[in-house]
T-cell receptor, first 111, second 114 residues
Framework: GQQLNQSPQSMFIQEGEDVSMNCTSSSIFNTWLWYKQEPGEGPVLLIALYKAGELTSNGRLTAQFGITRKDSFLNISASIPSDVGIYFCARLQSNTGKLIFGQGTTLQVKP | DGGITQSPKYLFRKEGQNVTLSCEQNLNHDAMYWYRQDPGQGLRLIYYSQIVNDFQKGDIAEGYSVSREKKESFPLTVTSAQKNPTAFYLC?????????????FGDGTRLSIL
């Protein structure tokens, strides 16, 4: 019940294309987080989701908390070269604040 | 300029040696965390602390130790008992673990074996 399944594992796209990635879990929980990690750096929080059905945007990024509370997706519109990195979904264990991470989606953007 | 500072950026360990990784935050966060990241994998929790002078084991605590004597500091010691210590180590903090507050990360320490 702890594991998060993130897909796709990697993506190689052309600049300007839209991107979609998702994360699923076998159990219900209350918080989805999406992070981006660039090489040699720590993950940076992109979007936090707290309610089932919630849809939140951050610039060209949009994320949704699935209505079943078992999944989430992240969309990036009109990708640019600086979008390159690894995108992680994570769930927050409410009583401890512990994060459980997905395996990550590696995004490469061709100029 | 508030944030989480990890040092050193790169660290090398000899066989049988203990090494300590530093993590300092000036965000006034109560909770702090240590994660390990291996190539091509997500982050795994080593230890966490929700309050000063208290800490809990995470999923992969064997071969590691921590202390939390000050709110702003949460050093991690990689002991000689950790047989595969080569990895990228990330420290994080949050307002309070039980309040569903997102964690914010430092820039990591890369540990290698000589």
């Amino acid at each position: 019940g702890q594991q998060l399944n993130q897909s796709p594992q990697s993506m190689f796209i052309q600049e300007g294309e839209d991107v979609s990635m998702n994360c699923t879990s076998s159990s219900i929980f209350n918080t989805w987080l999406w992070y981006k990690q660039e090489p040699g750096e720590g993950p940076v929080l992109l979007i936090a989701l707290y309610k089932a059905g919630e849809l939140t945007s951050n610039g060209r990024l949009t994320a949704q908390f699935g209505i079943t509370r078992k999944d989430s997706f992240l969309n990036i519109s009109a990708s640019i070269p600086s979008d390159v990195g690894i995108y992680f979904c994570a769930r927050l264990q409410s009583n401890t604040g512990k994060l459980i991470f997905g395996q990550g989606t590696t995004l490469q953007v061709k100029p | 300029d508030g944030g989480i500072t990890q040092s050193p950026k790169y660290l090398f360990r000899k066989e049988g040696q203990n090494v300590t990784l530093s993590c300092e935050q000036n965000l006034n966060h109560d909770a702090m965390y240590w994660y390990r990241q291996d190539p091509g994998q997500g982050l795994r929790l080593i230890y966490y602390s929700q309050i000063v002078n208290d800490f809990q084991k995470g999923d992969i605590a064997e071969g590691y130790s921590v202390s939390r004597e000050k709110k702003e500091s949460f050093p991690l010691t990689v002991t000689s008992a950790q047989k595969n210590p080569t990895a990228f180590y990330l420290c994080a903090s949050s307002m309070a673990g039980y309040l569903n507050q997102p964690q914010h990360f430092g820039d990591g320490t890369r540990l290698s074996i000589l």
